[in-house]
């Protein structure tokens, strides 16, 4: 079965820090992954996504990115994080061909950018 | 441009009573349609799927049931609900079937059950 793994479940940073937060799936076959983000208050939506080609992505907001397939990995980075970064991340996979089109999502980390 | 609508945005019931939760599409045409349970430190957990009209996945057993009685409409329900069952209810579509896309997600339903 697929799953997702999200190692840091809380992330306090100040300003300007660097961010990465790792994502891990288990699925033997072609995926597709993405990054949502959850705004306080706010819907879910895309961060960015990763169907084939160049490993590494850019999404909005100046996050990107990195596919390793040797690892299992789509771990998101951004250079420089600012206090309206604060919200909660989740990492998921849909597995293409798999027959199904279920997404699965890990549990989540939650970031807190102290100004 | 597509847009997901939910409601309500918020429900308190009691124990044992009945539920209906629904959700609508707008501006698409045969898309999946999904229902998630958000819970704190747990994430997305994926309660059902369809792909079409009267066509759905069940991923976890529970007290809980889904239709879809039209293209753009998902219903989430139960017949009595338990204490276990407050949350926060996820709606979420995605291109049709035959193709794969990122997911659009709903404002979502908080359930209290008392």
């Known amino acids: 079965a697929q799953s997702v793994s999200q190692h840091n479940h809380h992330v306090i940073l100040s300003e300007a820090a660097s961010l990465e937060l790792g994502c891990n799936y288990s699925y033997g076959g072609t995926v597709n992954l993405f990054w949502y983000v959850q705004y306080p208050g706010q819907h879910l939506q895309l961060l960015l996504k990763?169907?084939?080609?160049?490993?590494l992505v850019k999404g909005i907001k100046g996050f990107e990115a990195e596919f390793i397939k040797s690892k299992f990995s789509f771990n998101l980075r951004k250079p420089s994080v600012q206090w309206s970064d604060t919200a909660e991340y989740f990492c998921?996979?849909?597995?293409?061909?798999?027959?199904?089109?279920?997404?699965?999502f890990g549990t989540g980390t939650r970031l807190k950018v102290l100004a | 441009s597509q847009t997901i609508h939910q409601w309500p945005a918020t429900l308190v019931q009691p124990v044992g009573s009945p539920l209906s939760l629904e959700c609508t599409v707008e501006g698409t045409s045969n898309p999946n349609l999904y229902w998630y349970r958000q819970a704190a430190g747990r994430g997305l957990q994926l309660l059902f799927y369809s792909v079409g009209i009267g066509q759905i996945s069940s991923e976890v057993p529970q007290n809980l049931s889904a239709s879809r009685p039209q293209d753009r409409q998902f219903i989430l329900s139960s017949k009595k609900l338990l204490l276990s069952d407050s949350g926060f209810y996820l709606c979420a579509w995605s291109a049709p079937r035959g193709s794969y896309n990122e997911q659009f997600f709903g404002p979502g339903t908080r359930l209290t059950v008392l």
């Open positions: 998921a996979v849909n597995a293409q061909n798999s027959g199904t089109y279920k997404y699965i």
């Open positions: 990763y169907f084939s080609g160049d490993p």
